[in-house]
């Protein structure tokens, strides 16, 4: 148990479907960050909040929407997504002082079909 | 800009042995350091990091990691592996350049770590 909660651990969802990812952290932090972790690939970083407000778009498809409503809740709204978005995808929390630690969740395995 | 690079995607050693996993980074200013391992079906924990101070870092389940700048390495190593050290191991490298610099992690490609007993 880390402390951040992510939830369904499992999707399968059609391409036409809309679909979201939820996370939850309860350690008090302010920063929470989406991860995509794909096979054979380096985990990339996909959004970060800072206090609800979003600080990093990495370059990542409007198909995927996050909405952070507080810093302790953050979702991924996924919609018209492709076969190569199937990945898990990891939420994490940290406080935003430098160096500090990242607290990654279990990590939401998505399959588009 | 900051990258990591993992030598070797698996690695096999016996019960007992040494383990070694080997990274280095390259960063344009100084090196928040981690290194995290992932067993099946579950997140990233934490094993280790270094951020200031001795280079030397002891973290858990008997594995410590030593920066050493010079060198541009944070190799991983544990005197004697054992059967449930068996995950995969990612080195990743943050900045300490503050503002918004925090949480944002360039991570290796994994090393995928098998003790045979």
């Known amino acids: 148990e880390t402390g951040v909660t992510q939830t369904p651990r499992h999707l399968v969802m059609g391409m036409t479907n809309k679909k979201s990812l939820k996370c939850e952290q309860h350690?008090?932090?302010?920063?929470m960050y989406w991860y995509k972790q794909s096979a054979k690939k380096p985990l990339e970083l996909m959004f970060v909040?800072?206090?609800?407000?979003?600080?990093e778009n990495n370059s990542v498809p409007s198909r995927f929407s996050p909405e952070c409503p507080n810093s302790s809740h953050l979702f991924l709204h996924l919609h018209t997504l492709q076969p190569e978005d199937s990945a898990l995808y990891l939420c994490?929390?940290?406080?935003?002082?430098?160096?500090?630690?990242?607290?990654f969740g279990e990590g939401s395995w998505l399959t588009v079909v | 800009a900051q990258s990591v690079t993992q030598l070797g995607s698996h690695v096999s050693v016996s019960e007992g042995a040494l383990v070694l996993l080997r990274c280095n980074y390259s960063s344009s200013v100084p090196p928040y350091l981690f290194w995290y391992v992932q067993y099946p079906n579950q997140g990233l924990q934490l094993l280790l990091k270094?951020?200031?101070?001795?280079?030397l870092v002891k973290g858990i389940n008997g594995f410590e990691a030593e920066f050493k700048k010079s060198e541009t390495s944070f190799h991983l190593t544990k005197p004697s592996a054992h059967m449930s050290d068996a995950a995969e191991y990612f080195c990743a490298v943050g900045s300490n350049a503050g503002g918004t610099s925090y949480g944002k992690l360039t991570f290796g490609q994994g090393t995928i770590l098998t003790v045979h007993p």
């Open positions: 909040y800072n206090f609800k407000e979003q600080t």
């Open positions: 350690l008090g932090h302010n920063a």
């Open positions: 994490a929390s940290s406080r935003t002082d430098s160096g500090n630690t990242i607290y």
């Open positions: 270094y951020t200031t101070g001795a280079t």
